[in-house]
């Protein structure tokens, strides 16, 4: 299965479909592809972001999740972001290590539960 990503903007949000085999250095590319974004839209304010990746196989090895959790807090600073991803995790060593380094990011198991945290002001 390839990995592929859809961006759409949607209202108050920036929806991000991320299917495929998990590949860091692909989400490591799509998260410099949101910061781009990301830049351009928090002049109009929109600093929320939904990624929603549940389509996505395989579990990522532990220091890959180490080094997206640090990558994703230095890049995408003071914007709110919802991950919809399937709990395979017994930890959630990724969205702590995001979170310890200044993110506002929190990893659902559904999105109806994710869209709920993101949109609350």
Not at 93 to 118: H, S
């Amino acid at each position: 299965m390839n990995f592929s990503i859809d961006i759409q903007a949607e209202s108050g949000y920036m929806a991000c479909t991320i299917t495929g085999k998990w590949v860091t250095k692909e989400l490591i590319a799509f998260i410099d592809t949101v910061s781009a974004k990301v830049k351009k839209r928090k002049k109009r304010g929109s600093t929320r972001i939904l990624a929603d990746m549940s389509l996505v196989s395989g579990p990522p090895p532990e220091m890959d999740r180490f080094q997206l959790g640090e990558y994703i807090a230095s890049v995408l600073r003071n914007v709110k972001i919802a991950i919809v991803y399937q709990k395979v995790f017994k930890n959630k060593f990724f969205e702590d290590t995001a979170v310890n380094r200044g993110a506002l990011l929190r990893v659902f198991p559904d999105k109806p539960a994710a869209l709920q945290w993101l949109l609350i002001k």
